[in-house]
């Protein structure tokens, strides 16, 4: 069972750059696909990114890509999500998930995803 733990986010300004990190631990990490998600103030979890157990492929919402970039590091059982360009609508909590059932770029769904992290707060001001 994999625990997970996100760092790094923050405030910044509209354009400005962060970068986020999920930490694993307690699990086979390169067996987990791995992916981002948000959650708006007042709105519902939403998909960010997903990326496959080796980093081959990677898939993103129509919101971010461009935009945010997901990779992993599977020597340093860390997945990370670069983000540029930030727009005030990218306020979110952002959430880091696993799952070991299947290998697959387009698991954009919450159920798709067993164990999750307990979030960073990430704020745009415009």
């Known amino acids: 069972q994999v625990q997970l733990v996100e760092s790094g986010g923050g405030l910044v300004r509209a354009g400005g750059s962060l970068r986020l990190s999920c930490a694993a631990s307690?699990?086979?990490?390169?067996?987990?696909?791995m992916a981002w998600f948000r959650q708006p103030p007042g709105e519902a979890r939403e998909h960010v990114a997903t990326?496959?157990?080796?980093?081959?492929?990677?898939y993103y919402a129509a919101s971010v890509n461009g935009r945010f970039t997901i990779s992993r590091d599977n020597a340093q059982n860390t997945v990370y999500l670069q983000m540029n360009n930030l727009k005030p609508e990218d306020t979110a909590v952002y959430y880091c998930?696993?799952?070991?059932?299947?290998?697959?770029?387009?698991?954009?769904?919450?159920?798709?995803?067993?164990?999750w992290g307990q979030g960073t707060q990430v704020t745009v001001s415009s």
């Open positions: 990326i496959r157990r080796r980093g081959t492929n990677t």
């Open positions: 307690g699990g086979t990490f390169s067996t987990y696909i």
């Open positions: 998930a696993a799952d070991q059932r299947w290998d697959e770029a387009r698991a954009v769904r919450e159920w798709e995803f067993t164990y």
